[in-house]
């Protein structure tokens, strides 16, 4: 009688895949030395298996031992290091950690020039990255003591913003983006720094002429003194390069009408409306253009609160309903959409609707 036997298969889970490429690459590093450039290929596939698997520790860890090694090989500068750059920066959007993101966004901005011409779209996307990630840290930070740090960004955002909007190859595809950027800047500066300025740059130390306006008061005080002209010349310039566009003259109509510049604020709404009038058939909070998103994968999700208001013709709301009363601080969320400025309704492309009904879902973020 033959005698029967019976195996077993052992299922190979995600994990043991990743360790046994782990084995194998630390075996083939002993082998060829710590350094050599054939283990990049191994090493990044590793990470790659990390990421699937959720091992964000060991992924990192990974993407850093292929980083080093390119910059052993390739230098400092090396383009080598690009590709995996971009493999932390999705792994840090994949464990929605931004304070990595914000620190590698940074360093692929330096490594493709610091948005320093002449541009190539790489850099130019660095940069964009960059300034968006920073942008998305500073909403929620207190900015209280912060003035240098804020007025250095400032000033990069700027200054890359004037350069690329004067390009000739680059200005037309990449004015716009960056000059919505600058504006997110002054709309986060109105909304948040109120006249605390602290600015360490007038200490007698540092009273140098370069650290100082005319007027001879800090420089932060001074910027959102003129707040309003500068971001009225940074829509201007963006319009005087695309005078026909909607995104651009609607930009500049919510500038006006936040700062309740009516006249102007309507007759650039009237021209945004002529090119997309469907738009104007309902009322929206400022601004739209440009809009204050957030990064999603940084941000808590908050509960959508169905909100019904009446909207006068000067954007201002009143009898504000919520749908839940169980929702969290019910009087604190009133006042925040109270504060609120909204752009009415347009009938005909015409002038504003002197009610206009909203109806519509907010999601409290702090």
Same mark, same amino acid.
Not at 120 to 129: D, K, P, V
Not at 131 to 153: M, P, Q
């Given at each position: 009688?033959?005698?029967?036997?019976?195996?077993?298969?052992?299922?190979v889970t995600p994990t043991g895949v990743l360790d046994e490429a782990v084995f194998a690459l630390d075996a083939m590093q002993r082998e060829l030395g710590p350094y050599h450039p054939d283990l990049v290929a191994p090493t990044l596939? +590793?990470?790659?298996?990390?990421?699937?698997?959720?091992?964000?520790?060991?992924?990192?860890?990974?993407?850093?031992?292929?980083?080093?090694?390119? %910059?052993? #090989?390739?230098?400092?500068?090396?383009?080598?290091?690009?590709?995996?750059?971009?493999?932390?920066?999705?792994?840090?959007?994949?464990?929605?950690?931004?304070?990595?993101?914000?620190?590698? +966004?940074?360093?692929?901005?330096?490594?493709?020039?610091?948005? /320093?011409?002449?541009?190539?779209?790489?850099?130019?996307? !660095?940069?964009?990255?960059?300034?968006?990630?920073?942008?998305?840290?500073?909403?929620?930070?207190?900015?209280?003591?912060?003035?240098?740090?804020?007025?250095?960004? &400032?000033?990069?955002?700027?200054?890359?913003?004037?350069?690329?909007?004067?390009?000739?190859?680059?200005?037309?595809?990449?004015? *716009?983006?960056?000059?919505?950027?600058?504006?997110?800047?002054?709309?986060?500066?109105?909304?948040?720094?109120? /006249?605390?300025?602290?600015?360490?740059?007038?200490?007698?130390?540092?009273?140098? !002429?370069?650290? *100082?306006?005319?007027? %001879?008061?800090?420089?932060?005080?001074?910027?959102?003194?003129?707040?309003?002209?500068?971001?009225?010349?940074?829509?201007?310039?963006?319009?005087?390069?695309?005078?026909?566009? &909607?995104?651009?003259?609607?930009?500049?109509?919510?500038? &006006?009408?936040?700062? *309740?510049?009516?006249?102007? +604020?309507?007759? &650039?709404?009237?021209?945004?409306?002529?090119?997309?009038?469907?738009?104007?058939?309902?009322?929206?909070?400022?601004?739209?253009?440009?809009?204050?998103?957030?990064?999603?994968?940084?941000?808590?999700?908050?509960?959508? /609160?169905?909100?019904?208001?009446?909207?006068?013709?000067?954007? /201002?709301?009143?009898?504000?309903?919520?749908?839940?009363? @169980?929702?969290?601080?019910?009087?604190?969320?009133?006042?925040?959409? =109270?504060?609120?400025?909204?752009?009415?309704?347009? @009938?005909?492309?015409?002038?504003? =609707?002197?009610?206009?009904?909203? #109806?519509?879902?907010?999601?409290?973020?702090?």
């Amino acid at each position: 009688m033959r005698a029967q036997t019976m195996t077993t298969e052992t299922a190979v889970t995600p994990t043991g895949v990743l360790d046994e490429a782990v084995f194998a690459l630390d075996a083939m590093q002993r082998e060829l030395g710590p350094y050599h450039p054939d283990l990049v290929a191994p090493t990044l596939a +590793a990470a790659a298996l990390a990421t699937q698997t959720g091992a964000v520790s060991r992924a990192e860890e990974l993407y850093d031992r292929a980083l080093h090694t390119v %910059r052993v #090989n390739d230098g400092l500068y090396g383009d080598q290091q690009l590709p995996i750059l971009r493999g932390l920066l999705d792994l840090y959007l994949i464990s929605g950690d931004r304070e990595g993101f914000e620190k590698r +966004a940074d360093y692929q901005f330096r490594l493709l020039g610091s948005g /320093v011409p002449p541009f190539n779209s790489a850099e130019l996307s !660095a940069a964009g990255e960059f300034f968006d990630v920073t942008l998305d840290a500073l909403i929620d930070a207190s900015w209280e003591g912060k003035s240098r740090e804020l007025l250095r960004f &400032h000033d990069r955002v700027e200054a890359l913003t004037e350069a690329v909007c004067a390009d000739a190859e680059f200005g037309m595809d990449w004015c *716009q983006p960056f000059s919505f950027r600058l504006a997110r800047f002054y709309y986060l500066l109105e909304y948040k720094l109120d /006249v605390f300025v602290d600015d360490p740059r007038f200490e007698p130390r540092l009273s140098g !002429a370069d650290w *100082q306006t005319l007027e %001879r008061e800090p420089r932060m005080e001074a910027l959102q003194r003129r707040l309003f002209q500068q971001g009225e010349r940074v829509f201007d310039r963006l319009l005087a390069l695309k005078p026909e566009d &909607h995104d651009a003259l609607s930009a500049l109509a919510d500038w &006006h009408w936040f700062y *309740q510049k009516r006249p102007a +604020a309507i007759r &650039h709404y009237q021209a945004a409306c002529q090119l997309r009038p469907e738009r104007f058939e309902y009322p929206a909070p400022l601004p739209e253009y440009p809009a204050l998103s957030k990064y999603r994968a940084f941000t808590e999700i908050g509960v959508p /609160v169905g909100v019904t208001l009446e909207i006068n013709e000067r954007g /201002v709301p009143s009898d504000i309903v919520l749908a839940s009363l @169980d929702v969290e601080g019910p009087l604190s969320l009133k006042r925040k959409l =109270r504060a609120t400025r909204f752009r009415p309704i347009f @009938d005909d492309c015409k002038d504003p =609707r002197p009610v206009s009904l909203l #109806n519509s879902e907010f999601v409290r973020l702090d």
